[in-house]
């Protein structure tokens, strides 16, 4: 596919986890009761306007099963990497160690190899 093109289904979902992850690692360690509260509408609104309405109903489901755990970005990362394996479960992919979540999104690997 050209890289011009449209996203598909495929390419959407890759690039929004990406940036999900990438703004989670940059959450604060102690965020503002309004920060909590942003990140939290942000979520709803991803739910809500994304694209792929199957996609988003999932999502918001998720949310409403298990809502954003939004107290330090430790927690809202890990938070997050556990819905992303859930969803990764459910249409047959690996499962992340989210031990390592930080180290994927916000401080590059621990061989050097983003340095």
Request: glycine residues 6%; aromatic residues 10%.
């Amino acid at each position: 596919m050209e890289h011009n093109c449209p996203l598909d289904k495929i390419q959407l979902g890759y690039h929004t986890w990406n940036l999900l992850h990438t703004i989670v690692a940059n959450y604060p360690d102690e965020p503002s009761p309004q920060r909590q509260e942003d990140i939290n509408q942000f979520f709803d609104l991803i739910g809500r306007l994304y694209p792929c309405q199957a996609c988003g109903r999932d999502f918001t489901h998720l949310l409403s099963q298990r809502p954003p755990e939004t107290d330090s970005q430790n927690t809202l990362s890990e938070w997050l990497c556990s819905i992303h394996n859930d969803v990764n479960q459910k249409i047959g992919k690996s499962i992340f160690d989210c031990h390592r979540v930080n180290e994927r999104w916000r401080d590059g690997w621990n061989d050097g190899s983003c340095d």
